[in-house]
């Protein structure tokens, strides 16, 4: 399991979401990368160093440090698609590979390189600028569909990474709570929200969500 590409965006016009920029067109770089843990949502602020989040409500922050997405899952798109997929072109920070990113679970923990180890957290969701970054009508709903939505992590120790670094999981949590039952839950399969309050590391958002779930399904007494 290792990197193949470490991705840094470049900033470019969002005209799909009414903002004036994204960050979504993420390019490998050569040489080492800091990680660094970004602190709360709000202020653009994401895990590796030279990055940054435009959208900065729904985007960035402790829980969206950093985003990974499997070359497994991209090759499966490039033949979907029948179009060429580079590297960090889903807008992933770390494109990876032999690693089932998707299948991971909340809270498995990934040591990247000497020093950096990074949490699972969450899913990613689709966006219409995810959409229109990608040209591909009905995106939205297809990448819903296929349930390949690649992983957020929060930075736990902080360090340098570059491409080619090999990825170990260093801890899997007792549960099976994994990244794509998460994002399952998020979109179009709600009764599956009460599954995810077995994972401690579900950011607090999802976890609110989760206990409304619950709580809409406890009958009266």
Sequence with gaps: MKLLSVNIGHPRPNPWKGLRLTGIDKRPVDGPVAVTAPGPKGTGAVGLAGDRVHDVKHHGGVDQAVYAYAREDLDTWEAELARTLPNGVFGENLTTLGLDVNGALIGERWRIGRDVVLEVSCARIPC???????????????????????????????????????????????????????????????????RLLAADALPQGERRRALRRVNAQTPEE
Excluded: N
Excluded at 148 to 173: C, Q, T
């Design 128 to 194: 219409s600028t995810f959409q229109g970054w990608l040209e591909q009508e009905g995106w939205v709903k297809r990448f819903t569909k296929a349930a390949r939505p690649g992983a957020y992590l929060r930075v736990i120790e902080p360090g340098e990474i570059s491409a080619g670094d090999l990825v170990e999981v260093v801890h899997r949590p007792g549960h099976e709570v994994t990244v794509e039952l998460v994002f399952r839950a998020m979109t179009s399969e709600p009764h599956l929200l009460p």
